[in-house]
């Protein structure tokens, strides 16, 4: 292989395991699932793996692949010390039972929403009913 392709190549497989380690600490979106998703067990053997394929190539390499290698290490690593700081995110073990407390707030967000969805279609259905039946209308306009 040609000496340029080579380049490409490696420089492509770290790229691969850095954009892989972004991903599992939840810094990027899964491509695949489009979710935010945190495995920082994961991302550390990520993190790893481009660490050994620095040492391991070290008087193997240019100057620049060599300086790339460095940076990416160290800020995935100065990214997983801080995501290893955050508070590990909540995960609901029953999706089924959603009267726990957790879902508080959006279950008052829901209802006034509901409120008010029936509110307008309260009115839309009495227009329609004048509508359809305007001896209602007038109905009610003689008994007042």
Do not use: W
């Not at 997983?80 to 726990?100: A, C, L, M, R, W």
Request: aromatic share 4%; proline share 3%; hydrophobic share 25%.
């Amino acid at each position: 292989m040609n000496e340029d392709k080579n380049k490409q190549l490696f420089l492509s497989l770290i790229y691969s395991f850095q954009m892989q380690a972004m991903i599992q600490m939840g810094k990027l979106q899964n491509p695949v699932t489009g979710e935010i998703d945190r495995d920082l067990d994961a991302a550390q053997v990520s993190i790893d793996m481009i660490d050994m394929l620095k040492e391991k190539s070290k008087n193997n390499i240019s100057p620049e692949e060599s300086s790339y290698l460095t940076k990416v290490v160290s800020e995935l690593k100065m990214n997983f010390v801080e995501e290893k700081q955050k508070p590990e995110p909540v995960i609901e073990t029953d999706k089924g039972n959603e009267s726990s407390s957790n879902n508080t707030g959006n279950n008052n967000r829901d209802e006034s929403e509901d409120n008010e969805l029936s509110e307008r279609n309260g009115t839309k259905q009495k227009n329609e009913a004048d509508t359809i039946n305007p001896r209602a209308n007038s109905e009610k306009s003689s008994d007042e």
